[in-house]
């Protein structure tokens, strides 16, 4: 969660390949003030994922919900754009 609504293109996710690819399907939400504004469901992230949303939104919270993996997921990096 934000302290503040700020403008977002998209995301990227880097997936910790030490100990190999584990991410199958993930699910990225975007909310302004607890309203969904965009949700986008992803398969693998791998060393990296850009994920662009459809045209830039103010978004307040953002959500990564990993929902298949082959072992314990590791996130190495989410950055914003």
């Not at 990225?28 to 990296?48: A, N, P, Y």
């Amino acid at each position: 969660m934000l302290k503040s609504p700020v403008p977002f293109n998209g995301v990227i996710l880097s997936e910790q390949l030490k100990y190999g690819q584990k991410i199958a399907s993930a699910t990225i939400s975007f909310s302004l003030h607890g309203e969904l504004v965009h949700q986008e469901t992803i398969t693998t992230v791998g060393s990296q994922r850009i994920l662009t949303l459809p045209k830039p939104m103010q978004v307040s919270e953002v959500t990564i919900v990993v929902n298949e993996s082959k072992g314990m997921p590791l996130l190495k990096r989410a950055k914003a754009f």
